[in-house]
């Protein structure tokens, strides 16, 4: 079978050109970074797992009228999304105190926040990710006003639903990342919500235990990291049936 052409290769996943003008193959790879790619390692089975966990949010994310860029799953490792022009930024929804707002502002990681946040970031891996304000965003022509209304309202949303979502399986949404595009169609521009939703991008803690299941255990040690994702596809309901082996099956079905 004729390889797709490969578009850009990224820490966790990789782009292929998709077979409709528009359209790209998104491959989940097992590959884990943090601390800004210092950090580097595999975790067994987490592509075949975020594939799934990605998909099936993006599309219970789509049933309310939230704009995503997800098409439809090909096979364990792959999805069809929509080509979109990507925003160099990163927004981060917390509801929960942890990470970096912890460590920069010395508020104790678990403390519930009096409302949700929004941080942003400039996506610049040589820069290491930098925190930015509305006036940097504006002012370097990143995003301008009316398109950082938009992804706050929609970041907002996903927000309020995914917490209530994860609060049903036991799981706290302590806060998640994401990335929006441009998405043109017949001379008009929408914002969509792009990239992926899962462990790696989200911290997700057990409602009754504090347990971590999400790429935390990597990042600091903490063993079981594969269970953590694991559990989280568990309780979605969602976990292969064959398990998280990759099965070699077909490259693309459609
Ligand atoms: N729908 C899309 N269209 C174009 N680019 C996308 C889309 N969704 C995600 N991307 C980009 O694809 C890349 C995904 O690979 P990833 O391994 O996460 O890369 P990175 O190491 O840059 O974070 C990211 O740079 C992300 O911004
Ligand atoms: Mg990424």
Redesign the pocket.
């Known amino acids: 079978m004729a390889r797709r052409r490969q578009l ?1 290769e ?4 990789i ?1 292929f050109e998709g077979p409709e003008p528009g359209t ?1 193959v ?1 491959y989940f790879k097992d590959d884990a970074s943090a601390a800004n790619g210092a950090k580097k390692g595999i975790i067994t089975g987490k592509g075949v797992l975020n594939n799934r966990i990605s998909e099936y949010l993006m599309t219970r994310l789509s049933d309310i009228g939230i704009p995503t ?1 997800f098409i439809r799953r090909l096979n364990m490792r792959e999805q069809l ?4 022009e ?1 925003i160099p930024l990163e927004l981060v929804v917390r509801n929960v105190a942890a990470g970096s707002l912890s460590t920069r502002l010395g508020i104790q990681e678990g403390q519930r926040l009096p409302r949700s946040i929004i941080e942003y970031y400039y ?1 610049n ?1 040589a820069l290491q990710d930098p925190m930015v304000s509305e006036e940097h965003i504006t002012c370097f022509g990143w995003a301008s006003t009316q398109d950082l209304d938009d992804m706050v309202q929609l970041a907002l949303r996903v927000n309020d639903f995914l917490t209530g979502l994860f609060l049903g399986i036991g799981i706290v949404l302590v806060d998640l990342k994401l ?1 929006f ?1 441009r998405f043109y169609e017949n001379e008009e521009v929408r914002i969509v919500l ?2 992926e939703i899962s462990p790696d991008n989200c911290r997700l803690w057990d409602s009754k235990t504090g347990e971590k299941m999400d790429k935390d255990r990597f990042r600091r040690d903490l063993g079981k990291v594969e269970e953590g994702y694991q559990e989280v596809a568990r309780r979605l309901g969602i976990l292969p049936e064959a398990g998280v082996r990759d099965l070699k099956g077909p490259e693309l079905m459609q």
């Open positions: 850009y990224g820490k966790a996943k782009l790209l998104q860029h999304i929509r080509e979109v990507i996506k891996d990335e595009g792009a990239d």
